[in-house]
């Protein structure tokens, strides 16, 4: 399972994950935005979901203006596989020190930003939220899920800028169906909580 973050991603989870990621694509290639407005986002995240486990990875983005206080954010983070604490103890408990207890997490996240002073060419202060598609896999193959999440974060500089943010994701739990483990047929699944908080921090390249 341990395969690289790009191997994941082409694989793909689902033929409706591989379209929801071409369509978000496409909003970024035809967004008609200001230049002055839209910017191209890149960053490193902290994410702590409700798995017993924790996770690092980096993202990319793009966000324009749809008027004068609000843009939306395009964005996919690729998270490093998450090993879930929990997952491990019941793969102990039952004899099965051998199965991974990896969980690879790769959101994809569309939403609105409010700024507060949009009209500072040196920063803002801004709130945000929006919808999310997790792109999954683990020990066994792992449908992909939905959720929301909320932000507030600030924009430091002009021309390429500096940004820090707080996120809060909540999601369905994703689960690892198990009747095809040895071992794990007893199991009507094994659900693994998505919620969690993520911190992020960033450069923003504005297009000129």
Same mark, same amino acid.
């Given at each position: %399972?341990?395969?690289? @973050?790009?191997?994941?991603? +082409?694989? #793909?989870?689902? +033929?409706?994950?591989?379209?929801?990621?071409?369509?978000?694509?496409?909003? @970024?290639?035809?967004?008609?935005?200001?230049?002055?407005?839209?910017?191209?986002?890149?960053?490193?995240?902290?994410?702590?979901? !409700?798995?017993?486990?924790?996770?690092?990875?980096?993202?990319?983005?793009?966000?324009?203006?749809?008027?004068?206080?609000?843009? /939306?954010?395009?964005? @996919?983070?690729?998270?490093?596989?998450?090993?879930?604490?929990?997952?491990?103890?019941?793969?102990?408990?039952?004899?099965?020190?051998?199965?991974?207890?990896?969980?690879?997490?790769?959101?994809?996240?569309?939403?609105?930003?409010?700024?507060?002073?949009?009209?500072?060419?040196?920063?803002?202060? $801004?709130?945000?939220?929006? /919808?999310?598609? $997790?792109?999954? &896999?683990?020990?066994?193959?792992? !449908?992909?899920?939905?959720?929301?999440?909320? %932000?507030?974060?600030?924009?430091?500089?002009?021309?390429?800028?500096?940004? @820090?943010? #707080?996120?809060?994701?909540?999601?369905? &739990?994703?689960? +690892?169906?198990? !009747?095809?483990?040895?071992?794990?047929?007893?199991? !009507?699944? +094994?659900?693994?909580?998505?919620?969690?908080?993520? /911190?992020?921090?960033?450069?923003?390249?504005?297009?000129?």
């Amino acid at each position: %399972m341990r395969s690289s @973050v790009l191997g994941s991603i +082409i694989r #793909g989870s689902s +033929i409706f994950g591989r379209i929801a990621a071409c369509g978000l694509l496409g909003v @970024v290639a035809l967004a008609p935005a200001p230049a002055e407005a839209a910017g191209f986002q890149l960053f490193g995240s902290y994410f702590e979901p !409700d798995l017993d486990g924790e996770t690092v990875g980096i993202g990319f983005g793009y966000g324009f203006r749809i008027a004068r206080p609000l843009d /939306v954010d395009v964005r @996919v983070t690729f998270f490093d596989t998450a090993d879930s604490a929990s997952l491990e103890g019941l793969f102990q408990n039952l004899g099965l020190p051998e199965l991974d207890a990896g969980i690879d997490i790769h959101p994809i996240d569309l939403g609105l930003r409010y700024n507060f002073t949009p009209e500072n060419p040196t920063g803002t202060v $801004y709130v945000g939220a929006g /919808v999310s598609y $997790y792109l999954l &896999d683990a020990v066994q193959e792992m !449908d992909d899920e939905l959720g929301f999440y909320a %932000m507030v974060g600030a924009v430091f500089g002009r021309g390429p800028a500096f940004f @820090v943010e #707080g996120m809060y994701r909540l999601a369905d &739990d994703g689960n +690892i169906a198990s !009747d095809e483990i040895p071992g794990l047929e007893q199991f !009507d699944g +094994i659900d693994i909580g998505l919620d969690g908080p993520q /911190v992020s921090f960033g450069i923003l390249l504005r297009k000129r």
